[in-house]
């Protein structure tokens, strides 16, 4: 790595750990709250508007299926009419008969042709229904439902039923140029040939139907505002279409429409320099094909209207999270600021009161109670020391001021203090309430002796804490039965033994790790408590120097084996170990007490 590059880390690692509190909290509020958030919202947008496009993209496959098998339907039904009065056995006789017949014969046909053309003529959707005949056979045009086939020919459909490519042609309303007719009609020509010879034709037929009905259902097949459904035929002559001004910006290029009609799915294409989905269908036996057209815009049109919601989401809940975290940590800093300073002012034997105007039950409340009784404790401690001056008054003010040493209360502020930065917030709750009660037990209302279950407690606070800040953690294992856990012994008898086997002995192992064990056994008229531990052993002529009143060396097991001697006016400590193996304190305590 560049050493510029270290040197900036560094730095930055500096700048950050000098931080005060308030804004540590604040960034990581930041960081793990609100930037997730953003994150979240605009990750959730992305799958959301993933999700309806996919829906809307389905919906209007469905919806085009549907138009399109109504489309057919629509043309199969105008088809199987057109069928029907092709082999009709009494039109084909008519339009078969002799054309030197008497002009009598000539008036009845074709009042009867015009009868049977009128009864097809009621069929749903059908405008009109009209059969071009030879003149020979026609007597006169009725109401239009019957005509020559010289004027058949005069009419821009009739040249295109060969090249139809079936029995039938469907004529586009652009072959239609009538001013006054109101409505656009679409036509069904083909034609008819004699019953026992298919190639001679007798007439040709016309039927007539409205476009509307086409549209509407083009109209029904448009799932998606903004989108365009139109047929057009083989000539690209369009036949019917849901917006004539859309149709003239999203029509699609005949060689588009050759290429993908009937592809099984959508295709994106840009059409008039704009990116739409493109869907064609033909509809069996014409040659129309059915297109529909949806911009990517009004996809995205109704995607957008989660992304305002989105957006209004993050305006109101940012606000809020930004103003609960700057309270929270308002609440959080003010308290601990003015605490830490306390306990500066203790470490440089200042003992003043942490005087708040509320008083508040939360872990941090709990802790400035401590704090206090704990300064007037020391400070009462301090003064019957100077007052009295008695020897074992002294050493068990040292003890207890050793014991709470205001430096573990400090330390363990600062765990909490880079804790927060990290935002766990779960485990400085934990963490302070831990202490909050260690220093409770710790202090006893002033009572020198204490249940040993309170002194198990104690010591296994003192662990939980200890494990937050080791690298390594220590498991702590305690076998004590219910009857011995109410036997009383002086205050702060363990921890500190705990503490040895920690400093001096696990944490002196390559490995760091260890485990340590503390047992109650009941041994004849005596109580015993064992505090094991396999740290790395202390050496014998050392372990013959650590209760020696004389050596300068294991002042704490000192003082813990005198406030022993002189509570019970016997027993007090004994050590065994071995090196690489580990230790075995062994306290003693009458049962008489």
Same mark, same amino acid.
């Given at each position: 790595? =560049?050493?510029?590059?270290?040197? !900036?880390?560094?730095?930055?690692?500096?700048?950050? $750990?000098?931080?005060?509190?308030?804004?540590?909290?604040?960034?990581?509020?930041?960081?793990?709250?609100?930037?997730?958030? %953003?994150?979240?919202?605009?990750?959730?947008?992305?799958?959301?508007?993933?999700?309806?496009?996919?829906?809307?993209?389905?919906?209007?496959?469905?919806?085009?299926?549907?138009?399109?098998?109504?489309?057919?339907?629509?043309?199969?039904?105008?088809?199987?009419?057109?069928?029907?009065?092709?082999?009709?056995?009494?039109?084909?006789?008519?339009? *078969?008969?002799?054309? !030197?017949?008497?002009?009598?014969?000539? =008036?009845?046909?074709?009042?009867?042709?015009?009868?049977?053309?009128?009864?097809?003529?009621?069929?749903?959707?059908?405008?009109?229904?009209?059969?071009?005949?030879?003149?020979?056979?026609?007597?006169?045009?009725?109401?239009?439902?019957?005509?020559?086939?010289?004027?058949?020919?005069?009419?821009?459909?009739?040249?295109?039923?060969?090249? $139809?490519?079936?029995?039938?042609?469907?004529?586009?309303?652009?072959?239609?140029?009538?001013?006054?007719?109101?409505?656009?009609?679409?036509?069904?020509?083909?034609?008819?040939?004699?019953?026992?010879?298919?190639?001679?034709?007798?007439?040709?037929?016309?039927?007539?139907?409205?476009?509307?009905?086409?549209?509407?259902?083009?109209?029904? $097949?448009?799932?998606?505002?903004?989108?365009?459904?139109?047929?057009?035929?083989?000539?690209?002559?369009?036949?019917?279409?849901?917006?004539?001004?859309?149709? *003239?910006?999203?029509?699609? +290029?005949?060689?588009?429409?050759?290429? &993908?009609?009937?592809?099984?799915?959508?295709?994106?294409?840009?059409?008039?320099?704009?990116?739409?989905?493109?869907?064609?269908?033909?509809?069996?036996?014409?040659?129309?094909?059915?297109?529909?057209?949806?911009?990517?815009?009004?996809?995205?049109?109704?995607?957008?209207?989660?992304?305002?919601?989105?957006? @209004?989401?993050?305006?109101?809940?940012?606000?809020? #999270?930004?103003?609960?975290?700057? /309270?929270?940590?308002?609440?959080?800093?003010?308290?601990?600021?003015?605490?830490?300073?306390?306990?500066?002012?203790?470490?440089?034997?200042?003992?003043?009161?942490?005087?708040?105007? =509320?008083?508040?039950?939360?872990?941090?409340?709990?802790?400035?109670?401590?704090?206090?009784?704990?300064?007037?404790?020391?400070?009462?401690?301090?003064?019957?020391?100077?007052?009295?001056?008695?020897?074992?008054?002294?050493?068990?003010?040292?003890?207890?001021?050793?014991?709470?040493? +205001?430096?573990?209360?400090?330390?363990?502020?600062?765990? %909490?203090?880079?804790?927060?930065?990290?935002?766990?917030?779960?485990?400085?709750?934990?963490?302070?309430?831990? /202490?909050?009660?260690?220093?409770?037990?710790?202090?006893? !209302?002033?009572?020198?002796?204490?249940?040993?279950?309170? *002194?198990?407690?104690?010591?296994?606070?003192?662990?939980?804490?200890?494990?937050?800040?080791?690298?390594?953690? @220590?498991?702590?294992?305690?076998?004590?039965?219910?009857?011995?856990?109410?036997?009383?012994?002086?205050?702060?008898?363990?921890?500190?033994?705990?503490?040895?086997?920690?400093?001096?002995?696990?944490?002196?192992?390559?490995?760091?790790?260890? #485990?340590? =064990? %503390?047992?109650?056994?009941?041994?004849?008229?005596?109580?015993?408590?064992?505090? *094991?531990?396999?740290?790395?052993?202390?050496? +014998?002529?050392?372990?013959?120097?650590?209760?020696?009143?004389?050596? !300068?060396?294991?002042?704490?097991?000192?003082?813990?084996?005198?406030? &022993?001697?002189? #509570?019970?006016?016997?027993?007090?400590?004994? @050590?065994?170990?071995?090196?690489?193996?580990?230790?075995?304190?062994?306290?003693?305590?009458?049962?008489?007490?």
């Amino acid at each position: 790595m =560049h050493p510029n590059r270290v040197q !900036k880390e560094i730095l930055m690692m500096k700048f950050l $750990a000098n931080l005060k509190l308030k804004y540590k909290l604040m960034w990581s509020y930041f960081a793990f709250i609100i930037l997730p958030l %953003i994150i979240f919202s605009q990750l959730s947008f992305l799958e959301f508007s993933k999700i309806l496009e996919n829906r809307i993209i389905y919906s209007a496959e469905q919806s085009f299926n549907q138009g399109a098998e109504y489309v057919t339907y629509k043309i199969n039904q105008l088809i199987g009419i057109s069928d029907s009065i092709a082999i009709n056995s009494d039109i084909k006789e008519i339009l *078969e008969r002799d054309p !030197k017949s008497h002009n009598s014969q000539l =008036h009845k046909d074709n009042y009867r042709l015009n009868e049977l053309l009128y009864a097809y003529n009621r069929y749903e959707g059908i405008v009109n229904i009209c059969i071009y005949i030879n003149d020979d056979l026609l007597f006169d045009n009725g109401d239009g439902r019957i005509a020559s086939i010289n004027e058949a020919k005069e009419q821009r459909w009739f040249s295109q039923i060969p090249g $139809a490519g079936s029995r039938v042609f469907m004529v586009p309303p652009s072959f239609y140029n009538n001013p006054l007719q109101e409505d656009t009609i679409l036509s069904l020509a083909r034609r008819i040939t004699r019953l026992d010879d298919y190639i001679d034709i007798t007439a040709y037929l016309r039927i007539d139907f409205d476009e509307s009905d086409i549209r509407a259902i083009l109209e029904n $097949a448009n799932s998606v505002d903004g989108s365009l459904t139109y047929i057009r035929n083989r000539d690209d002559r369009i036949v019917s279409t849901t917006s004539d001004r859309l149709l *003239e910006q999203y029509k699609i +290029p005949i060689a588009d429409i050759e290429r &993908l009609n009937n592809y099984p799915d959508w295709v994106v294409l840009n059409v008039s320099e704009e990116e739409c989905y493109v869907r064609v269908k033909s509809i069996a036996d014409t040659d129309w094909s059915i297109v529909t057209v949806i911009p990517l815009e009004d996809i995205y049109r109704e995607v957008a209207d989660i992304s305002r919601l989105m957006l @209004i989401f993050l305006i109101v809940i940012i606000p809020i #999270t930004i103003s609960f975290s700057v /309270l929270l940590t308002y609440q959080i800093t003010k308290r601990l600021s003015k605490l830490s300073v306390k306990m500066k002012q203790v470490s440089e034997n200042r003992y003043e009161i942490y005087d708040e105007k =509320h008083t508040y039950g939360d872990d941090i409340g709990e802790l400035v109670e401590s704090y206090n009784y704990m300064v007037k404790r020391i400070s009462t401690l301090a003064e019957e020391q100077y007052k009295t001056g008695l020897n074992i008054k002294s050493t068990e003010l040292e003890l207890l001021q050793s014991q709470i040493n +205001p430096h573990f209360l400090y330390n363990t502020l600062d765990m %909490i203090n880079w804790m927060s930065y990290e935002n766990r917030s779960e485990e400085i709750r934990k963490i302070t309430k831990a /202490l909050s009660t260690f220093y409770k037990i710790s202090l006893s !209302k002033g009572e020198m002796l204490i249940p040993i279950q309170d *002194e198990l407690r104690h010591v296994s606070l003192y662990m939980e804490i200890q494990n937050y800040r080791l690298q390594y953690p @220590i498991e702590l294992n305690i076998d004590c039965p219910d009857y011995i856990k109410q036997i009383k012994i002086p205050k702060i008898t363990l921890q500190p033994l705990v503490e040895n086997a920690i400093l001096h002995g696990i944490l002196s192992k390559e490995s760091k790790t260890g #485990t340590i =064990h %503390i047992r109650c056994r009941q041994e004849q008229d005596n109580y015993v408590i064992y505090v *094991e531990d396999d740290g790395i052993g202390i050496r +014998p002529e050392q372990v013959r120097s650590l209760l020696n009143e004389e050596e !300068k060396s294991g002042y704490g097991l000192k003082n813990i084996n005198t406030r &022993l001697i002189l #509570t019970y006016n016997q027993g007090g400590l004994n @050590i065994e170990s071995q090196e690489g193996i580990g230790t075995i304190i062994k306290i003693t305590v009458p049962r008489s007490s």
